[in-house]
């Protein structure tokens, strides 16, 4: 299912707004935020250890962010640091956006 998904997927912009507030230390980020970034980070990582667990519940980001860290060493190298939404310090948030820019298009 990864596999089959479009290279680049428009579905990251929040997830780049929100590492993008993360990023800037006099910006706050509302809980819902910070929750809806780590499920994300979780289905990647659910769905990267094994393709095969896509569901109708998967988030598409969680997808997008799947093919993304699989094409782009240096994203899922990035990425990994993150454990919880409280290690995502200023230069986590920028290395991960440096990453997802170099990959992408956008």
Same mark, same amino acid.
């Given at each position: 299912?990864?596999?089959?998904?479009?290279?680049? +997927?428009?579905?990251? #912009?929040? *997830? @780049? &707004?929100?590492?993008?507030?993360?990023?800037?230390?006099s910006q /706050?980020?509302?809980? #819902?935020?910070?929750?809806?970034? %780590?499920?994300?980070? +979780?289905?990647? !990582?659910?769905? &990267? !250890? +094994?393709?095969?667990? *896509? =569901?109708?519940? %998967?988030?598409? $980001?969680?997808?997008?962010?799947?093919? $993304?860290?699989?094409?782009?060493? +240096?994203? /899922? =190298?990035? *990425?990994? $640091?993150?454990? %919880?939404f409280e /290690?995502?310090?200023?230069?986590?948030?920028?290395? *991960?956006? $440096?990453?997802? @820019?170099?990959? /992408?298009?956008y």
């Amino acid at each position: 299912m990864i596999a089959a998904a479009p290279p680049r +997927d428009t579905s990251l #912009g929040l *997830v @780049r &707004l929100i590492f993008s507030l993360a990023a800037n230390p006099s910006q /706050s980020v509302p809980e #819902g935020l910070k929750l809806h970034l %780590t499920t994300v980070i +979780d289905e990647a !990582r659910v769905l &990267l !250890r +094994d393709p095969h667990n *896509v =569901s109708a519940q %998967t988030k598409p $980001e969680a997808i997008a962010l799947a093919l $993304e860290m699989t094409s782009n060493p +240096d994203l /899922s =190298s990035a *990425v990994d $640091e993150i454990t %919880t939404f409280e /290690s995502i310090n200023t230069v986590v948030a920028n290395k *991960v956006l $440096e990453r997802m @820019r170099s990959y /992408s298009a956008y």
